[in-house]
């Protein structure tokens, strides 16, 4: 059974900083590439941060470039978001996703989110 459990998520005020983790199990890990999305009220959900199946490269959503860092640890089925400098405008329910490109089809899996709230 193939499972992404967010964690990490919470209440934080202006400025401050998050450590969101997703634990996987179902699947082997380390064949797959790593994602973070996230999605607020009424906006549709976007990337934030992505990492490759050895963890040798990474991209980012220009919104969070410079304090976001997205890493991996495959001996722990785990991927990280390291969030700092947080505003108001990063308040969404963050999603893990793993993704699997083979040829000619994509796998996808996704976890339940966890919610980002920055407010004073």
């Known amino acids: 059974q193939v499972q992404l459990v967010e964690s990490g998520g919470g209440l934080v005020q202006p400025g401050g900083s998050l450590r969101l983790s997703c634990a996987a199990s179902g699947f082997t890990f380390r064949l797959y590439a790593m994602s973070w999305y996230r999605q607020a009220p009424g906006k549709e959900r976007e990337l934030v941060a992505g990492?490759?199946?050895?963890?040798?490269?990474?991209n980012y959503a220009d919104s969070v470039k410079g304090r976001f860092t997205i890493s991996r640890d495959n001996a722990k089925n785990t991927v990280y978001l390291q969030m700092n400098t947080l505003s108001p405008e990063d308040t969404a329910v963050y999603y893990c996703n793993a993704r699997r490109s083979l040829t000619g089809y994509k796998i996808d899996y996704w976890g339940q989110g966890t919610q980002v709230t920055v407010s004073s």
């Open positions: 990492i490759t199946s050895a963890g040798g490269s990474t």
